[in-house]
């Protein structure tokens, strides 16, 4: 009776070990088919469609996901950090070794892709147009660096990596945070904020797109202090927070709100007066710290109703992401780390 009992417990825990490692989830299954041979995801497939996990793999998408190469592979519009944060996340739910092994995959792509003075590019390996300069925009650069700092700490579940991969991230997070300090725009001998992207070489600011000209970035800059307040403080990270703080304050634009809304189908900003409202511009002129616009020719505006109603609704130009960072983010840093402002 006792051998029965004992045969009984093996093969109960032979079926749940196989159960254990054959469990699946849905969305990380698609991010397998997805993955790019080097390691990263892209946002678009090779036909130019969105990157969507919703859509079913039918046999024509899985022959467009195929067809799609390594020139791919971006961090832009939260491209390869999605994948990687959803996989580890996958993994400690299922423990299918398969998500991790792809997880590790990608950070190894985040690892490769990063340049030597410690930015990274907004695709890689291809370098076509904007795509090799140093990239903050849409937080491109931040989120590839939160995916390491998290491998470096073992923070949010990534306990699981495997501990070369953390040496290596350790050193790429030191790396990217040298590189943000000193690509923190300078006016007049004075630290303010940052530009969208930056020369790889040079690192100096950049223009992108025609309609994103060279110029502080501030929804960006938000990002990248919120980054820099998430590490053990320095000299240099207290010196670099104040400073951008101390910008935000002063190139408020009080009384005027930004609005959002749909109507037939389309998209419709709407800049108007609101006594009770702040909000920022999202690029400012960097010598003058005017608020500017992009449009389509390549023209810079710094009147916002100059620029042509395509762009005036197709683009977000102001936001009030800053206001949070002053008044709640701000001060709790300054607390947590003993300091003054």
């Known amino acids: 009776m006792k051998m029965k009992f004992k045969i009984s417990i093996l093969i109960f825990s032979f079926i749940t070990l196989t159960f254990s490692a054959q469990a699946k989830d849905t969305l990380a ?28 793999i039918d046999k024509n998408l899985l022959k467009k996901i195929k067809a799609t190469g390594d020139d ?28 991790l092994k792809s997880a590790e995959k990608g950070i190894k792509y985040l690892l490769i892709m990063q340049y030597e003075n410690g930015g990274f590019p907004q695709y890689y390996p291809n370098s076509g147009l904007y795509r090799k300069q140093v990239t903050y925009n849409d937080n491109a650069m931040i989120n590839a660096l939160t995916v390491l700092y998290n491998v470096a700490g073992s923070k949010n579940d990534f306990n699981v990596v ?95 709100s930004y609005n959002v809304s749909k109507q037939n189908g389309k998209t419709l900003r709407i800049l108007k007066e609101d006594k ?28 916002y109703n100059e620029v042509s109603e395509e762009r005036r609704n197709g683009y977000s130009w102001f936001g009030d992401a800053p206001g949070k960072l002053i008044t709640e983010e701000y001060p709790k840093w300054l607390e947590k780390s003993n300091l003054s402002d």
């Not at 938000?222 to 010196?239: A, G, H």
């Open 72 to 99: 791919h592979a971006t961090i832009d519009n939260n491209a390869t950090s999605r994948e990687i944060n959803a996989l580890i996340k996958a993994y400690q739910s299922t423990k299918n070794p398969e998500y």
């Open 276 to 303: 009770s409202s702040v909000i920022w511009a999202r690029f400012y002129d960097i010598p003058t710290n005017k608020p500017l616009f992009g449009d389509r020719d390549g023209s810079v505006k710094y009147n």
């Open 162 to 256: 495997d501990p070369k991969l953390k040496e290596k991230s350790v050193l790429a997070v030191q790396k990217g945070i040298q590189c943000i300090l000193k690509t923190q725009v300078m006016q007049k001998g004075n630290p303010s904020i940052w530009a969208d992207q930056y020369n790889e070489i040079t690192l100096q600011p950049d223009k992108a797109r025609a309609f994103e000209p060279i110029s502080l970035a501030t929804g960006e800059s938000v990002n990248i202090v919120r980054f820099l307040m998430m590490q053990l403080v320095t000299p240099e990270i207290e010196s670099s927070v104040k400073a951008a703080v101390k910008w935000f304050k002063e190139n408020k634009i009080d009384g005027y």
């Open 29 to 56: 299954e698609k991010i397998l088919i997805y993955q790019l041979p080097n390691g990263g995801w892209g946002k678009q497939l090779d036909d130019k469609s969105v990157v969507n996990y919703s859509l079913p």
